[in-house]
């Protein structure tokens, strides 16, 4: 079955440009995460969504940052006005449900997002 | 201060060289453990969660342990597939979705 996508596979930019990034959950996965992955470090939360309820925001790093989820399905991620230490591999995960025994995280392939 | 900490930073065997990863943590309340595996250019792949001190769990030349501070990533007669990047994370009693996250062991088997 499908998987986790993401696109695009890589972006570069340049400095203070807006960039979108697009994830493609699971089918039926209600809950949505988005993760921040620099070099040499742990993977960083910065939102989470679980079906219609209030997103989870608190790992954004700045208000440049923000998401959305439509239609309980494909999220979005934008980043206003980039700078070089925005540049990161952004995942996205999904999985069947939050807690409890079942929570595993399914993975997309990320963006490598390049700030220049 | 929540946190999770793998060693080492990064591990060459030789293939069939047997040898453990380590996750140390410290959180408030420990809901479950995970490990991952990450290839080159891809997310991160689900292997195990564990959830109680003295849990084991088993899958090819994989096995994982949790005591009440850490967890061990065994690998058996590695082979040279088995290479990639393995990630610790855990959860905490008072949050069923957020994961604190290890920085990762790249292993790298040689044939």
């Known amino acids: 079955g499908a998987g986790v996508s993401q696109s695009p596979s890589n972006k570069v930019t340049e400095k203070g440009k807006d960039v979108e990034l697009r994830c493609d959950p699971i089918s039926g996965h209600t809950a949505l995460y988005w993760y921040r992955q620099s070099l040499g470090q742990g993977l960083e939360f910065l939102i989470y969504?679980?079906?219609?309820?209030?997103?989870?925001k608190s790992g954004l790093p700045s208000d440049r940052f923000s998401a959305e989820r439509t239609g309980g399905s494909v999220s979005t991620l934008t980043i206003q006005r980039t700078q070089q230490e925005d540049s990161a591999v952004y995942l996205c995960a999904s999985s069947q449900t939050s807690g409890g025994s079942n929570n595993e995280q399914f993975f997309g392939p990320g963006t490598r997002l390049t700030v220049l | 201060e929540d946190q999770v900490t793998q060693s080492p930073e990064a591990l060459r065997l030789q293939e069939g060289e047997s040898s453990s990863l380590n996750c140390s943590y410290t959180v408030s309340g420990l809901r479950g453990l995970f490990w991952y595996r990450q290839d080159p250019g891809k997310g991160p792949e689900f292997l195990f969660t564990l959830y109680s001190a003295g849990e084991e769990k088993e899958k090819e030349r994989l096995k994982a342990t949790l005591t009440k501070k850490e967890s061990f990533l065994h690998i058996t007669a590695p082979k040279p597939e088995d290479s990639a990047t393995y990630l610790c994370?855990?959860?905490?009693?008072?949050?069923?979705?957020?994961?604190?996250w290890g920085a990762g062991t790249k292993l790298i088997i040689k044939p």
């Open positions: 994370a855990v959860s905490r009693m008072d949050s069923n979705y957020q994961l604190i």
């Open positions: 969504f679980q079906g219609n309820s209030a997103p989870d």
